[in-house]
């Protein structure tokens, strides 16, 4: 899956989740402008997973990690997914969707 992809896809869906940008990345915001998920400059994207379970369990898929948008400081309820895990993306956003 494309970031593009994921963007059409989830927005299909969720009709109150629109693109955007934080920081010059491309994201995925709630109406409120809360951010849930971004496009990094890796090619992975960056999910916000405030349920300790559902982040846990996204830790543990190969490549995962939390995520640190690079000043040596992880974001707790942050998770990089690499483009590798791609097929993982609508999953893991439509899980940070349901908290």
Not at 36 to 44: E, F, I, N, P
Request: some cysteine; hydrophobic content about 50%.
């Amino acid at each position: 899956m494309t970031w593009d992809a994921l963007v059409e896809a989830v927005t299909a869906r969720h009709p109150d989740i629109a693109p955007g940008k934080m920081f010059g990345m491309p994201c995925l915001k709630r109406a409120n402008g809360k951010v849930v998920a971004g496009h990094w400059k890796d090619g992975g994207i960056t999910v916000k997973l405030v349920d300790l379970a559902v982040r846990e369990t996204a830790l543990a898929l190969p490549g995962v990690d939390l995520f640190d948008p690079g000043m040596g400081r992880q974001m707790k309820e942050w998770v990089l997914v690499p483009a590798a895990l791609a097929g993982e993306w609508e999953r893991l956003v439509d899980q940070a969707l349901a908290s």
